[in-house]
């Protein structure tokens, strides 16, 4: 019995596979944020200036945007082993403006990743359509930017600027399913996942300029709210692409 299953999976491994050469790909698409503790401190600055009766929008919170992916596998019999690299980015702002003065924040967030990749194909006898899984884990080199800018408007014009710009490292997976289509060489895909990806507290310099002479830098700081605890960058989220890869023959 041992030795059919061993037979079996080595026919299935080099004999219903639809690919047999290595491929590059590319694709696209959108991918989601969960910065919920970065949205939190946008909300926060929208509620400190509605309690004082001031007239503001609503934040432009940091949900998502666009995502890249790159890959290179190498398939064996059903299964294809590889390295992916992806980006995404995303930004939000609150910005409060006056006759006699304004506030603004900006956040920018964005992240590179560099994963191994494992992924089993489905083949599907008389089709060019094959439904795969992926999984992929490695590390993930996060950066951020948050800016305020402070203005009062009077006699005397007083601007204060704080930047607080962090990066860091953390692990990084993903799971993903979708079909391919092949076409002799080229692969076409739709896909969609989860990315896990969270950051946690990124550090860096908080730089504090004023126009009035106070200035200062302080290192390896974290992006802390109103209350001043730090904040967390999540930048795990749900993913939808459409790709191409060509077959290396």
């Given amino acids: 019995m041992k030795q059919f299953f061993k037979y079996l999976i080595i026919f299935l491994l080099f004999t219903y596979s639809p690919i047999y050469c290595q491929s590059f790909g590319i694709s696209a698409g959108y991918g989601s944020l969960n910065m919920n503790e970065v949205n939190q401190d946008l909300d926060d600055f929208g509620d400190v200036f509605s309690s004082i009766g001031a007239f503001t929008s609503l934040p432009e919170e940091v949900t998502g945007g666009l995502y890249l992916e790159g890959n290179f596998k190498y398939p064996i019999g059903i299964f294809n082993l590889g390295i992916s690299g992806n980006y995404i980015s995303s930004s939000g702002n609150f910005n409060y403006s006056a006759t006699d003065g304004s506030f603004e924040a900006n956040y920018d967030a964005s992240t590179v990743e560099v994963l191994g990749l494992f992924e089993i194909f489905i083949p599907l006898e008389n089709s060019s359509f094959h439904p795969f899984v992926q999984l992929a884990g490695g590390v993930g080199f996060a950066s951020a930017e948050r800016l305020w800018d402070f203005r009062i408007l009077n006699e005397q014009t007083v601007n204060l600027t704080a930047k607080n710009a962090v990066d860091g490292n953390y692990f990084a997976g993903r799971i993903k399913g979708g079909v391919q289509f092949v076409l002799q060489n080229i692969i076409l895909e739709a896909a969609a996942g989860y990315r896990i990806?969270?950051?946690?507290?990124?550090?860096?310099?908080?730089?504090?300029?004023?126009?009035?002479?106070?200035?200062?830098?302080?290192?390896?700081?974290?992006?802390?709210?109103?209350?001043?605890?730090?904040?967390?960058?999540?930048?795990?989220?749900?993913?939808?692409?459409?790709?191409?890869?060509?077959?290396?023959?």
Wanted: charged fraction near 15%.
């Fill in 197 to 249: 990806a969270n950051a946690g507290e990124l550090i860096g310099d908080l730089i504090v300029n004023s126009s009035i002479g106070n200035n200062e830098t302080v290192k390896n700081a974290p992006v802390e709210d109103m209350n001043g605890n730090a904040i967390e960058f999540d930048y795990s989220g749900f993913m939808l692409t459409a790709g191409i890869s060509i077959v290396i023959l």
